[in-house]
């Protein structure tokens, strides 16, 4: 059984710059999250897809964030023009829509340093 | 709004000794759900446990068991039979289970708690 993938598990860019993110989810679950971890701190919640529609988008998702998941199976998180405060580790998390629990079960996350 | 507290920014525990992780927890949802999460080095959120506020008895996951005291709004993680891989730091998180649009679906994560486990 697979688990949530995330790729690149680094990434280095210059200010300005765009980068994009995937993430694969475990293959049978409907829901996938995105959250944003900085240093110090517990992850936030960024956005939230159920299949392929974008439910919920956070404050902190400015204009140069975008996501999507195309036929509601992985997704990529995409910043344009990088800002230092970009830096952070991105987290991409599933879950299957099952009574109460719905579990979020994360990946290894991205890590972005923005130089 | 949620609010979750973890005010041990770090535990020190000898191996196959217990350890109790702090979290108290601030809503006005009356129907909720809490979360302990792992994460090591590596980066990966490892979900431990979870505790529905209307669960009457206290959650237990093999060595982890959640002592939830809903009057006091805590939700603190017992480890018992401290291992070297549960050096991490520790995540507790709430999500609210009613609510409209994408309000019941996000986490709200304490800022966690770095647990070292000495051999």
């Known amino acids: 059984d697979t688990g949530v993938s995330q790729d690149p598990r680094h990434k280095i860019t210059k200010r300005g710059q765009n980068v994009t993110f995937r993430c694969d989810p475990i293959?049978?679950?409907?829901?996938l999250y995105w959250y944003r971890q900085t240093l110090g701190q517990g992850p936030e919640f960024l956005t939230y897809?159920?299949?392929?529609?974008?439910?919920?988008k956070s404050r902190l998702l400015s204009d140069r964030f975008s996501a999507e998941r195309p036929k509601g199976s992985f997704s990529t998180l995409e910043i344009q023009r990088t800002e230092q405060g970009d830096s952070a580790m991105y987290l991409c998390?599933?879950?299957?829509?099952?009574?109460?629990?719905?579990?979020?079960?994360f990946g290894a996350g991205t890590r972005l340093s923005v130089l | 709004a949620q609010k979750i507290t973890q005010t041990q920014p770090g535990m020190f525990v000898q191996e196959k000794e217990a350890v109790t992780l702090d979290c108290t927890y601030d809503?006005?949802?009356?129907?909720?759900?809490l979360f302990w999460y792992k994460q090591p080095s590596s980066g990966e959120m490892i979900f431990l446990i979870y505790?529905?506020?209307?669960?009457?008895q206290n959650a237990t996951e093999g060595r982890y068991s959640l002592n939830f005291q809903k009057a006091r709004k805590s939700a603190n993680l017992v480890i018992s039979a401290s291992q070297l891989g549960d050096s991490a730091m520790y995540f507790c998180?709430?999500?609210?289970?009613?609510?409209?649009?994408?309000?019941?679906?996000?986490?709200?994560f304490g800022k966690g708690t770095l647990l070292t486990v000495n051999p």
């Open positions: 897809f159920q299949n392929e529609a974008q439910l919920e």
């Open positions: 809503t006005s949802d009356q129907s909720y759900g």
């Open positions: 998390a599933s879950s299957l829509i099952r009574g109460a629990k719905n579990i979020q079960y």
């Open positions: 505790q529905g506020s209307y669960d009457e």
């Open positions: 293959s049978e679950h409907n829901r």
């Open positions: 998180a709430m999500r609210d289970l009613r609510g409209s649009g994408g309000s019941n679906y996000k986490l709200t």
